[in-house]
């Protein structure tokens, strides 16, 4: 059993940045692959990056490449999305998710196991 919370949304001007946080219980957080992902009223939830349980395998959206970076931090049990460049279609909920074994590829959200809550993040234009 994992359980994800997730923090450091927020309201921020446009080409502005935040980092996300999502910290997980449990001691078996490196066998896990995770990723994040954000729905915005009205849409479906939708891949945004994903990282293998080293941190040595990412992937990303094409909509994200170059302006958010994945990471993690096994030791703390933490996984990281730097969002720099923020635009307003960035706006949504960001929830992380967790995936036995995943290799960080893995964009489908019925490939995840466990969720957490998720956090606002809201670009102002």
């Known amino acids: 059993q994992v359980q994800l919370v997730e923090s450091g949304g927020g309201l921020v001007q446009a080409g502005g940045s935040l980092r996300l946080s999502c910290a997980a219980s449990g001691r078996t957080f490196s066998s896990y692959g995770m990723g994040w992902f954000r729905q915005a009223p009205g849409k479906e939830r939708e891949f945004v990056a994903g990282?293998?349980?080293?941190?040595?395998?990412?992937s990303y959206a094409d909509s994200v490449k170059g302006r958010f970076t994945i990471s993690r931090d096994n030791a703390k049990n933490t996984v990281y999305l730097q969002m720099n460049s923020l635009k307003p279609e960035d706006t949504a909920v960001y929830y992380c998710a967790a995936q036995l074994y995943g290799r960080g590829n893995s964009r489908a959200r019925a490939e995840y196991n466990y969720w957490g809550q998720g956090t606002q993040v809201t670009v102002s234009s």
């Open positions: 990282i293998n349980w080293s941190g040595g395998r990412t």
